[in-house]
């Protein structure tokens, strides 16, 4: 099966490609590099000993678009491509919007021209807003608080429509929790462009002495320690979701949504202490504001996947930890002191 990977230069897409690379997958990536490099798919290469397609291409010139599925005979395609910062979303809304909806209405137009209707959709737990009740399934209701997330919600409206408009398309909404870690190997993982917005890729520069301290946002909330709760998952068990859900397509369930999340939820100072622990560094950090927009605690219920995909989270904290310091300690700029490859 040949499966093309819109943002497979990314941190997910990366990891991704490589679980599909050693499942004996045929991949085709497309990326415009808008916020990663050629180098990480160079390494997934290395890491596989397998070779990928690959364009450097915008999903946004939706014509060159054509090429590459006149190129390939493609099964399904895993779309990953997307902005995905929530702070920069709220100043510059309207790329947000053009972005990830027009870039993902380009890809819609072709993949239904050349009759591809095979979709893996990276949505986000941020689609169910503040919720209710802890943890999350799939069936609780959604709201949104920022264009990012704005941006999932309406794109899972969209591929609801476009199913019931055509039974043929068979739609993974693939819900994510908080995706951290890096490949067992070091050689990639999450490189963000300038000041980091989340967590761990923060905490990993603070003990590798690129930043001074961590804020922590918010001593006060109603949690075990006052601080913010998420469900890490490793992007490793995150790849392998995205593998797993492959087959389940190709049994033409229609539209089907799932949670991948571990089901566990960790505070801001366990992680800290996770990675104080993996790295042996001790990290600075100072209670500050509430983050605004931040939730108290977030976890999932991740059993809809274990029971209809097979697949569940294996990798522990200690693993996400170890990874990320792994990683970073190995790659102290990320790809950027690595030349570019023509
Ligand atoms: P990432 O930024 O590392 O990867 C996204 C990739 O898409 C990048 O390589 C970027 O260059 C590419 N891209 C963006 N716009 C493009 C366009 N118009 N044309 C072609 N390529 C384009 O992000 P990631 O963390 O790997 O996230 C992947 C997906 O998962 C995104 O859709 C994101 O919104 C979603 N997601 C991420 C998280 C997270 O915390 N990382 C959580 C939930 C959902
Ligand atoms: N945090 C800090 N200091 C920081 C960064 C984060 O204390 O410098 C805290 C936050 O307040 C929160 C926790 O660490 O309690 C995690 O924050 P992240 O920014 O790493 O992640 P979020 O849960 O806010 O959001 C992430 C992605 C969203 C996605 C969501 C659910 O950024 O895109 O997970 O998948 F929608």
Redo the contacts with the bound molecule.
Sequence with gaps: MKILV??G?????SHTCIELLKENYDVVV???????CEESLNRVQKITGKNLFFYK????EGPSLHQVFEDHKIDAVIH?????AVGESTTIPLKYYQ?NLT?TLNLLSVMEKFNVKNLVF?????VYGDPATLPIKEEFPLSVTNPYGRT?LMIEEILKDLYQSDKEWNIALLR?F??VGAHESGEIGEDPQGLPN?LMPYISQVAVGLLPRLSVFGGDYDTPDGTGVRDYIHVTDLALGHVQTLPKLVSNPGVVIYNLGTGNGFSVLEMIKGVEKASGKQISYEITDRRPGDIAACFADASKAKKELGWEATKSLEDMCNDTWNWQKKNPMGYRNHPKKD
Aim: net charge neutral; aromatic share 12%.
């Design positions: 819109t943002g230069a990314g941190y997910i897409g497309l990326d415009n590099f808008s916020n990663s291409l915008d999903l946004l990953f491509a997307g902005l995905k972005n870039g990276s949505s986000s737990a941020t999932k994510y908080n995706p989340n």
